[in-house]
């Protein structure tokens, strides 16, 4: 005899809708591993018709329980829900703060209550070096060049770095022994610089690397203390892969999923909130840690906010969002509510400060708001940085000064209407490493300038213009 069939409370694909009323099927086999039946909507459509009972259950999540003659097919969708708690409880966004954002224990504890005001988050904080720690660093290895290895002890700036990050553990209550081997290792590296008596671009972004290494410790282990589960990562060892370009190196396609990977399976394994070291990475060819110039701590943000393909990335500063101007030029300056990617990238590429020149091309590619807030002031709007924006009322957007510019004048009678001209010119820079940063042309003249923030020297200049002269010129 067929058994009676009833759905109750069935949840279908979204593709299909059962009536609400009981829907009756009759089943044509009692074996407990195959069992085909066929349902049917009164209409015209029908679904899962002459599927194996099996199949139903892998491809429709259905469970079917048998007692007696009566069969009943309950909702059962394991997958589903778990997919949905899972997104759940996914990591929601990055916060990055600056180094003032926790230049003391008193602004930690600050940006610890800034983060747990926002409970429905599930947040990946980037940090800073504490305050002026990185200055701190380069001025110690400058001077550890010309003191002498037993005159390394006395150097101002090494006992600053010390007394900061033992006086914030302690004020925090969490132990000194966090930062201790790093300082330990920070003093060895200094009295070797003092020894060889130099101090190169490779040392030097390892030499600046333990401001951002010591900060995520003491943050981290200080949430944990107050009952917040916290684990601290360094970037260069999750999966921030870079060029060899010491000082200024740029992030490759291959951070992504290596960062998304390390970050996601940890996250699932144990959640704990990621604190990461910005700024840092780690060459590609000599697998030794690197920075990603001035600011690098945006670009590490916007990495991970691609990487893991987050909801918003926010940039928490000391200043309420992108400015009109500089403030410390004009002192009533007032924030951008509202700019594009590029608008964002162009102000920082030629000198707003806020944020790194880089920062907006991962978060462009991956289509991710970029929220510049200020942590002193948490309830200002700051800026929202968008795919687009409503430029109906837009004049004027932003003022920004680019110092210590320098700008080359290549003049000659013989560019005009001469095929090729600026290739050849262009070609000379790529073989020297210049990097230019803006072109104007007339019909006898080319005026460029440097970027200052890329390294090049009077003698490389020199060298141009022999060039010029020769290939350009003859």
């Avoid at 396609?253 to 909130?273: G, H």
């Avoid at 920075?291 to 987050?310: F, P, V």
């Avoid at 923030?453 to 009077?458: A, Q, T, Y």
Wanted: with cysteine.
């Amino acid at each position: 005899m067929a058994a009676s069939l009833r759905f109750s409370g069935l949840k279908t694909p979204p593709t299909y809708s059962f009536p609400k009323q009981t829907t009756s099927l009759q089943c044509h086999s009692a074996s407990p591993t195959l069992l085909s039946f066929a349902a049917f909507r009164p209409s015209n459509s029908s679904i899962l018709r002459n599927i194996s009972l099996r199949r139903c259950c892998e491809s429709r999540v259905f469970r079917v329980c048998c007692q007696g003659g009566n069969v009943d097919v309950i909702q059962r969708n394991e997958f589903e829900a778990a997919s949905s708690g899972e997104a759940e409880n996914q990591l929601t966004c990055v916060m990055k703060f600056g180094g003032s954002s926790v230049a003391s224990a008193e602004r930690m504890r600050e940006v610890a209550d800034l983060i747990l005001s926002f409970p429905n988050e599930r947040p990946v904080i980037v940090l800073s070096a504490m305050g002026k720690t990185t200055n701190k660093l380069l001025l110690a290895g400058e001077k550890a060049v010309s003191c002498g290895v037993t005159n390394v002890d006395a150097i101002e700036e090494l006992n600053f770095i010390k007394d900061l990050h033992h006086r914030t553990a302690d004020e925090l209550g969490v132990e000194r022994s966090i930062v201790d081997g790093h300082l330990e290792v920070l003093e060895q590296l200094l009295k070797g610089i003092a020894m060889m008596k130099e101090l190169t671009l490779r040392t030097k972004d390892y030499l600046v690397s333990f401001g951002e290494c010591m900060s995520t410790r003491i943050f981290a282990a200080y949430l944990n203390k107050i009952g917040v589960k916290a684990r601290q990562y360094d970037a260069f060892e999750i999966g921030f892969i870079t060029t060899d370009d010491f000082t200024n190196a740029d992030i490759l396609e291959a951070t992504y999923p290596a960062v998304a990977k390390r970050l996601n399976d940890d996250w699932i394994s144990d959640p704990a909130i990621p604190i990461v070291t910005g700024f840092l990475g780690k060459g590609w060819r000599s697998s030794a840690i690197t920075t990603l110039g001035r600011g690098g701590s945006d670009l590490t943000a916007t990495t991970i906010g691609k990487a893991l393909g987050l909801r918003e990335i926010q940039v928490w500063k000391d200043v309420d969002g992108v400015l009109t101007c500089d403030p410390n030029i004009y002192q009533h300056a007032e924030p951008v509510p509202y700019l594009t990617f590029e608008e964002a990238a162009e102000l920082a590429y030629f000198g707003a400060q806020v944020l790194h020149p880089q920062s907006m091309r991962p978060a462009r590619e991956g289509d991710i708001p970029v929220r510049v807030k200020n942590s002193y002031n948490p309830n200002a709007p700051g800026t929202l940085i968008t795919r687009n924006r409503d430029m109906s009322k837009a004049v004027l957007t932003s003022i920004v000064l680019k110092r210590n510019v320098t700008m080359l004048d290549i003049v000659s009678t013989r560019m005009l209407g001469q095929f090729g001209f600026l290739a050849k010119v262009f070609s000379i820079f790529e073989d020297l490493g210049i990097s230019v940063d803006v072109v104007a042309t007339s019909e006898v003249s080319t005026s460029l300038t440097l970027d200052p923030s890329k390294l090049w020297s009077r003698e490389l200049i020199q060298q141009a213009s022999v060039r010029f002269r020769s290939s350009c010129f003859d």
